[in-house]
């Protein structure tokens, strides 16, 4: 095993990336139609994220974070506006499609961990993988386990586990099939300080690797590791922070 947990079981094979622009949002907005009236909980936002970058997303409860997230990754699609992910216009793609690009592109990684309760360890981290029959699959699995201090657990369920091993394995499944993207939705809210570091300590290894990276959060200690934040407010974006992205359009 290399130092690295990505290149001890191989170099990240990121495929080959002409997008320079890995996530962008041109006059997004979204608006939710419930019984009591719409709620616009993304109001004309435009942003650009380049690929390899570390970007933290912050503002209020209910300033439309999540909402951000699930559109960046094809969980939803916008209202109104484009959102262009790897090079892909997400609403141009058919449910198969959009479900394979999220399988290949993205890993999701939540604040409620969103573990299978009647699945180990080992069976959680391949739940999401592309082919879970496959030999390299399996050893990449228990590579990322090695790597994120969980071997020992292999066999336990996310019962039997502390709330930082809770979220080790689900970063472990996110990153199983080496996505480009990782978007955490407050990935170290339900967390200890320091269980929350070693998350974001792992994060950041990944993003050193070339990964990119979106980080919703409320907390000081994980919007440092960002290279730059996004300030959000009542659906709208207040500062993109110093995106430079002047010479990455695609
Ligand atoms: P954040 O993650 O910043 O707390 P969200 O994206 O979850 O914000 O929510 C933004 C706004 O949209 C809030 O007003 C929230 O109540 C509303 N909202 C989120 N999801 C739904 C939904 N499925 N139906 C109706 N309103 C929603
Ligand atoms: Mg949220």
Do not use: W
């Amino acid at each position: 095993m290399g130092s690295s947990f990505l290149s001890g079981i191989g170099p990240l094979k990121l495929p080959p990336t002409t997008t320079k622009r890995m996530i962008e949002l041109r006059d997004v907005s979204q608006i939710y139609r419930t019984a009591h009236g719409d709620v616009r909980a993304l109001d004309h936002v435009s942003l650009a994220i380049a690929q390899g970058e570390f970007v933290a997303l912050r503002g209020p409860s209910g300033c439309g974070k999540t909402t951000l997230l699930l559109l960046a990754g094809g969980l939803a699609l916008a209202t109104e506006g484009e959102v262009v992910v790897a090079g892909r216009s997400l609403a141009a793609l058919s449910r198969a499609e959009r479900a394979s690009f999220r399988a290949s592109e993205i890993g999701f990684v939540f604040q409620t961990f969103h573990l299978l309760p009647y699945l180990n360890v080992v069976d959680n981290v391949l739940a999401a993988a592309i082919d879970a029959s496959r030999k390299e699959t399996i050893q990449r699995a228990d590579a990322l386990l090695e790597r994120f201090a969980l071997i020992e657990r292999r066999t336990h369920r996310p019962g039997q586990l502390s709330a930082g091993e809770r979220q080790r394995v689900a970063l472990a499944r996110a990153l199983l099939n080496q996505p480009r993207i990782v978007l955490a939705d407050e990935p170290t809210g339900n967390l200890d300080p320091e269980n929350g570091c070693i998350v974001l300590d792992l994060l950041a290894e990944y993003h050193r690797e070339g990964g990119t990276v979106l980080l919703v959060t409320h907390e000081e200690q994980a919007a440092a590791r960002a290279g730059r934040c996004i300030q959000m407010d009542r659906g709208k974006v207040l500062s993109v922070g110093n995106a430079d992205l002047a010479g990455a359009r695609t």
